[in-house]
């Protein structure tokens, strides 16, 4: 089945860029998302790519996909304490005729000040 | 739109007790989903339904578990009788039919099972 893998924990310093890393199994994925989840809350949509693209940016965050490793990223830029929080990469795949979501265990990125 | 809304948000039950969690999905969507969220597992899809009809329930964990939708507007998450190992965070989720298929997820519910 699918499989999405993140890493477990990144630590920046406010100010840095992070880079937050994803890698995925399933290459009939159409569409490919990162979440963000603040303690004690849901998850929230912060972007997503489709799997045709290379690159999207949104302020100051920037998807990369790499379709041939199955590889995608999220960098944000001037990270702030606010930024700080588990972010989750995810793939759609179809199931019963209607995409669902694959979602990796979720990267806690800590930004100091 | 306020959002997809659950509650309650913080249950605490003893073991054997039955527990029901409740959904109300974004209006105008046609999709709704319930996860569990541990921290060993990470997420995990249930069981979600189009137009109120469950169509994948394969996530289940077993038939301690139960879901409905008898509107469009209104879903619960029914475990009975429950177990310490049900503690978790129950999100529920919705979306609509379209081309990106993203999800927006409510608060979730925090379920300590004693």
């Known amino acids: 089945g699918e499989d999405v893998e993140q890493s477990l924990f990144l630590s920046v310093r406010e100010g840095d860029s992070s880079v937050i890393n994803c890698t995925y199994t399933?290459?009939?994925?159409?569409?490919l998302y990162w979440y963000k989840q603040e303690p004690g809350a849901g998850l929230q949509l912060l972007t997503y790519?489709?799997?045709?693209?290379d690159m999207k940016q949104d302020q100051r965050l920037t998807v990369l996909l790499n379709k041939k490793d199955k590889h995608l990223s999220l960098r944000i830029a001037d990270t702030q304490t606010g930024d700080s929080a588990i972010y989750f990469c995810?793939?759609?795949?179809?199931?019963?005729?209607?995409?669902?979501?694959?979602f990796g265990k979720g990267t806690m990125l800590l930004v100091s000040p | 739109d306020a959002g997809v809304i659950q509650s309650p948000r913080h249950e605490v039950t003893e073991m054997g007790q039955e527990v029901t969690l409740r959904c109300k999905p974004i209006s105008g969507h046609d999709y709704l989903f319930w996860y569990r969220q541990t921290m060993m597992r990470g997420l995990e899809l249930l069981i979600y339904?189009?137009?109120?009809?469950?169509?994948?329930d394969s996530g289940m964990p077993e038939d301690r578990f139960s879901a409905k939708m008898p509107n469009a507007s209104f879903s619960t998450l029914k475990i009975q009788p429950s177990e310490p190992r049900d503690s978790a965070v129950y999100f529920c989720?919705?979306?609509?039919?379209?081309?990106?298929?993203?999800?927006?997820f409510g608060p979730g519910t925090r379920l300590t099972v004693t």
């Open positions: 399933d290459s009939s994925s159409t569409y």
């Open positions: 790519i489709f799997s045709n693209m």
């Open positions: 989720a919705s979306s609509s039919t379209g081309t990106a298929y993203e999800q927006y």
């Open positions: 339904f189009n137009n109120n009809v469950p169509i994948d």
């Open positions: 995810a793939e759609s795949g179809m199931n019963s005729g209607y995409s669902t979501l694959t």
